[in-house]
């Protein structure tokens, strides 16, 4: 079984490079981010007519999260519980954003999350992106205390880069938000919970990045960030034979500004 992760960047406005993606590489589940369309707009029949059932929550042109498998699409979530909200204005009501679905395909619990991107440090959105990181890892740790032999995927853009090797110069990022402490210390604390980073151990080293800005030729620069992963339960983890970063679909006219992460299972 292979899973796949991959924040397209507008689903309408790269589906014909998606379904080809998809054709060509393999992918039995691909979760996708930043939909950016109304479930209404969603290409559900694109997916369709090359066997894949479709799963998608978008409420605006903003946020968005979708599942789309060809080994089933059982028992859809949209959000987490509790799942914090958000709304610019203090003084009005949190409204909770499109950035997290799941289902279980092919016997695996597939989550694909947009984590909030914080913005600025001082930012509300950034507390925002905090209180939704403590959230999840609050969630995730009492689905594995229900059930040590769950096999969970928490998938997608997490808007973090946890090391300084995530990065392609760690002095550009200081006083900037994905690489602070505090929000490193909250993706370390879903790892901490159980949840291990599948797909680093196949793609070491500092440089291997899975998003680069559109600006500054900050691609063929080879300047990007390591942003999207794959955190697997340790049942889900042991299955884990091989897992890639698929560089080359970054590439080329159209392309959105992250790259697939791919993993295989046994």
């Not at 309408?12 to 369309?37: P, Y």
């Not at 946890?162 to 392609?168: A, E, I, L």
């Not at 200081?174 to 159980?194: L, M």
Request: charged share 25%; net charge negative.
């Amino acid at each position: 079984m292979r899973i796949a992760t991959w924040n397209v960047n507008s689903v309408r406005a790269r589906t014909d490079r998606i379904v080809d993606w998809l054709q060509r590489s393999d992918v039995d589940v691909l979760a996708m981010q930043e939909t950016k369309c109304r479930d209404d707009q969603f290409p559900h029949e694109r997916f369709e007519e090359i066997g894949y059932t479709t799963a998608h929550i978008g409420i605006s042109q903003w946020n968005g999260v979708a599942i789309v498998s060809r080994v089933g699409i059982e028992d859809v979530q949209i959000g987490f519980e509790n799942q914090p909200g958000f709304h610019k204005d203090p003084e009005v009501a949190p409204v909770q954003e499109a950035r997290a679905i799941a289902a279980t395909c092919g016997g695996v619990r597939v989550w694909s999350l947009y984590v909030p991107n914080g913005r600025e440090l001082s930012d509300p959105h950034y507390t925002y992106k905090l209180d939704w990181l403590a959230t999840l890892r609050e969630d995730a740790r009492k689905w594995l205390d229900s059930d040590p032999s769950a096999q969970i995927a928490l998938v997608g853009d997490w808007n973090v880069a946890p090391t300084d090797d995530d990065v392609w110069d760690p002095s550009f990022f200081e006083g900037k938000t994905h690489v602070s402490q505090p929000e490193r210390a909250a993706f370390d604390a879903i790892v901490d919970a159980g949840y291990a980073d599948v797909v680093r151990p196949y793609t070491p080293g500092p440089g291997v990045y899975t998003y680069w800005d559109y600006t500054q030729l900050r691609f063929p620069k080879r300047q990007g960030m390591r942003i999207d992963f794959v955190l697997a339960s340790p049942a889900l983890a042991e299955r884990v034979t091989d897992a890639s970063i698929d560089r080359d679909e970054r590439k080329g006219k159209g392309a959105s500004d992250h790259a697939p992460v791919i993993v295989d299972l046994s």
